[in-house]
């Protein structure tokens, strides 16, 4: 997962309800900003998907996730 983000031009960020408590979304994202990658943010608009609330995004802070923290599957 690191290898791909690292070696990404763009990191597309798709942003939904749970994104910011998702380890692995926290993970993704810092990986991205570590390696100076172009972050791309869509945000879905279905409440039946997963609409998240801008205002809550804004104001949660980003959970602190260890970089070095790896998948098990």
């Known amino acids: ?3 791909g983000v690292s070696y ?3 990191v597309l960020i798709f942003l ?3 994104i910011t408590e998702s380890k692995f979304c926290q993970m993704e994202l810092r ?3 570590e390696a100076r990658r172009n972050l791309i943010f869509v ?3 279905d409440d039946r ?3 998240p609330n801008m205002e809550e995004l804004i104001q949660r802070p980003v959970q602190s996730v260890n970089l070095d923290t790896k ?3």
Do not use: P, V, Y
């Open 8 to 10: 990404s031009r763009n």
């Open 71 to 73: 998948l098990r599957l």
């Open 49 to 51: 998907h997963g609409k």
């Open 1 to 3: 997962m690191c290898n």
């Open 43 to 45: 945000m879905e608009t």
């Open 31 to 33: 990986w991205a900003l």
């Open 16 to 18: 939904t309800k749970g």
